[in-house]
């Protein structure tokens, strides 16, 4: 057998009744070296292992998130690039172009913004929340509350009509479920850019004070094609919505199974400790849990090894954030302790850029739902629940709760 042959295959599997830790093998092969090789789709593909060395390497320029350069190490089958329409924006792009293009929307984001949207956050989850109230038991958390919440917020924020929710979260999530088909992913990715290519034309025939209003009058001024706009519109739209929707409905799972720790934060209201909690079920959950991928451009010796122009490398950020050399007793979720350095959000020039966006509405939700809800529990046994262990995004497909 060559090395290639003995890698093991990457992504991993979860351990059977332990939904909210990284594979197994993950692990051992944390214990085991900073540094080896997987195999991912028959390619043999590098993975940092290691906390440190992750911050180290991510930072580094010689690394490339462009999927088209050799050896970028495919999610799952590569959906092919987008010739015709808008893309998916600027994560799969380098700088130089990738800051000019961040830049334009930096800051509606800016924790100062996000902060004056807080109050109708908190509107938003009451009135969910006095709906849930008054609807039947037992219900959909994920239909009737997760997945409304940063829907609704990233909707008024881009300038995208709610109403079009079903439209959007359907093609999303066919998007991001790596069990579909080429075909059918592309397809869904496709009628996303079609229809924010669109919304587009309109917010450049009738602009108002929204997030793609303000692209639109860069498309004007000649700084950005309304087919880049529409581009950086899907990526908006499926980001802010998809993960945050995942962190609320299995950050809510999590802590039903800890009730020590669901009783900490139903018992307080104070804004520090319920912060502290949101960094440390993003720290625990890392649910963008296929790792993040890059090219190597030139070659990078590190560890004792070199890795080559022309291969690629994974960032498992789950294994990083369950590290023991940077959070003792990693396996242990305790919303005390200070997870604010957990990579989550990712590392270096592609950290997340809704970030502040994601941890407010967050921290409204974890900070508001058990206070008003205190016997919310399970309606369905663990084994019951769906996992999307498929998903590109990692979370629950539903979540039936009563009270
Ligand atoms: C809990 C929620 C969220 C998590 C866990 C999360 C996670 C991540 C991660 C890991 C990356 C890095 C990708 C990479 O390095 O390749 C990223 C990038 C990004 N995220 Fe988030 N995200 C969340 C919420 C949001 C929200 C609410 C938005 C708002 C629109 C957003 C917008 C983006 C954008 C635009 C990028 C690309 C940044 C770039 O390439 O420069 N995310 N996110």
Redesign the pocket.
């Known amino acids: 057998m060559t090395a290639t042959q003995q890698a093991p295959e990457y992504p991993m599997p979860r351990a059977a009744g332990c939904p909210f830790d990284p594979p197994p093998k993950l692990r051992e092969l944390q214990e085991e070296s900073p540094l080896v090789k997987v195999h991912v789709f028959g390619r043999s593909v590098w993975l940092v292992t290691r906390y440190a060395d992750q911050r180290t390497l991510m930072t580094d320029p010689r690394l490339s ?1 462009d999927v088209t350069q050799p050896g970028y190490p495919s999610p799952q089958p590569q959906l092919p690039r987008d010739e015709d329409g808008p893309g998916i ?3 799969l792009m380098d700088d130089p172009e ?1 800051a000019r293009l ?1 830049r334009m929307v930096t800051a509606p ?1 800016m924790i100062k913004r996000v902060e004056a949207m807080r109050p109708q956050v908190q509107k938003i989850v009451d009135d969910l929340i006095d709906d849930l109230l008054a609807g039947p038991k037992p219900v959909d958390l994920v239909q009737a509350f997760a997945l409304p919440i ?1 829907s609704l917020v ?1 909707c008024r924020l881009l300038g995208v009509p709610y109403e079009d929710h079903d439209f959007f979260q359907l093609n999303s999530s066919i998007l991001l479920r790596t069990t579909e088909s080429i075909e059918a992913r592309n397809k869904a990715r496709g009628n996303i850019g079609g229809y924010l290519y669109e919304l587009m034309g309109d917010k450049l025939e009738n602009p108002t004070d929204d997030l793609l209003s303000g692209l639109a009058e860069r498309v004007r001024a000649g700084e950005l094609s309304r087919k880049d706009a529409a581009g950086i519109g899907v ?2 739209l499926i ?2 919505h998809e ?2 929707a995942n ?1 609320i409905a299995l950050g809510t799972l999590a802590l039903l199974e800890h009730p020590d720790q669901l009783a900490k934060l139903r018992d307080t209201d104070d804004p520090k400790l319920i912060a502290s909690a949101v960094e440390e079920l ?1 720290r625990y959950l890392n ?2 849990h296929n790792g ?1 991928r890059r090219a190597i451009l030139e070659d990078i010796e590190f560890e004792g090894q070199i890795l080559k122009a022309g291969e690629g490398v994974i960032f498992p ?1 789950d294994i990083a954030n369950r590290d023991p050399e940077m959070f003792p007793e990693p396996d242990t979720l305790d919303v005390t302790r200070d997870a604010r350095r957990h990579v ?3 590392f ?8 502040p ?2 941890r407010m509405e ?1 921290q409204v939700v974890y900070g508001t739902l058990y206070r008003r809800i205190p016997t919310l529990r399970r309606a369905v046994e663990l084994d019951d629940v769906p996992f999307k262990h498929d998903g590109a995004v990692y979370g629950v497909y539903s979540l039936p709760v009563t009270w």
């Open positions: 998130s924006g600027f994560i990738h961040r984001f940063p990233i990526l908006l980001a802010g993960t945050t962190m993003l649910i963008t993040r950020n989550a959000f990712g270096g020039v592609h950290q997340c850029l809704g970030q966006l994601a967050l």
